[in-house]
């Protein structure tokens, strides 16, 4: 079979869209959100400020396509299918948790990910209309298939039924991101296993 | 008795110190870090930018100073004894920890102490240096003022003693900062106390 033929304008549009989206990546990384332009972006990206308008209507729409495109990306080198619907599901609740935490940790000790996503969390913490932005886009999607695949684990019987699924989620994101954010100790495998463990079996000692 | 005599001069020295502290806390909620300057501070705060430079050598610092000073306000109005050395230790642990954590809530929902916690969070967030000397100062004692708690727990029998105390103060501290960060849900006592019950029996059905 030949090569799909995409035509000319398709190809320079995708080029365009990369450029941009690499402008506007690297720029948040180097000057912080405040001072990341659309005129920045633009001179960077080596094209017009209209066709960064023509596409989005203002530079948090950008950032943030750029920045969902750099998650799917990094989901995509991590392994997972594109468009993949869910965590691994491979019956072992504790197996697929440790995964999913080991490959966050990767994710987050990559310095083409850390410095956008902290210039991102920074703004998003001070300024609540972008900060729900990316919450809505990124992290409530992210929270909700991690709630999926506890409640498949309730189903199985191997998660306690009771537990509401969204806070357990909390239970495993919720330290990494804190551990991150401060830098208050070293993101390893090992801690994503101890993370994982600590959350399944609890701190009350079992009988 | 009589009232302690305060010298006129310490009386000054005490009140200029509470202008720059408000001026510095007032001025990182409204503008963010990186547009507060010691000109602004003490200008707002009444008082000659050498006097600041008389008892602090930075901006940092005197935020540093003001952000302390605000907490240790926060936990005196919590309930906590001025100086108290560690968590309340009532023999129950899950009670303790949940007086603690409700309260953590009320500070964080405070607008007094949101936007200043907001304004430096971001910062520490993208400047590593500024990140690492809150985290040193404030943070990490937090931490382990629950980390000692979780070990006398261990010893008194009421926490599995395998558990790492460091991760268990991650695993209910993790998940609120997260939820507070993110604006991803409310924070309220209810959450608290879920939060405490989950880190505490996990998710892993008891027979």
Redesign the interface.
């Known amino acids: 079979m030949s090569e799909p033929r995409i035509p000319d304008a398709s190809r320079r549009s995708e080029r365009s869209r990369r450029a941009i989206f690499d402008a506007a990546l690297g720029l948040v990384s180097e000057v912080?959100y405040?001072k990341t332009t659309v005129e920045g972006i633009a001179s960077r990206a080596g094209v017009g400020k209209q066709t960064i308008y023509r596409w989005w209507p203002s530079k948090a729409a950008v950032l943030l396509d750029a920045y969902l495109d750099l998650a799917a990306r990094a989901a995509e080198e991590a392994g997972a299918a594109p468009g993949q619907a869910g965590l691994p599901d491979s019956g072992d609740?504790a197996a697929d948790l440790r995964v999913v935490l080991r490959a966050t940790v990767d994710e987050l000790n990559d310095p083409r990910y850390d410095a956008p996503t902290?210039?991102l969390?920074?703004?998003?913490?001070?300024d609540?209309e972008l900060?729900?932005r990316f919450?809505a886009a990124l992290?409530?999607p992210q929270?909700e298939l991690f709630a999926r695949r506890?409640e498949a684990a309730q189903a199985a019987?191997?998660?306690?039924?009771d537990?509401?699924a969204?806070?357990?989620t909390?239970?495993l994101?919720?330290?990494?991101?804190?551990?991150w954010?401060?830098?208050?100790?070293p993101l390893t495998h090992a801690y994503a296993d101890?993370?994982v463990d600590?959350?399944?079996?609890?701190?009350?000692?079992?009988p």
């Open positions: 912080g405040a609740l902290r210039a969390a920074a703004e998003g913490c001070t609540p900060g729900a919450t992290l409530t929270l506890i019987g191997q998660a306690d039924p537990a509401d969204r806070l357990a909390e239970l994101v919720g330290p990494l991101h804190h551990r954010m401060h830098r208050t100790g101890a993370l600590l959350a399944l079996r609890g701190l009350t000692p079992r």
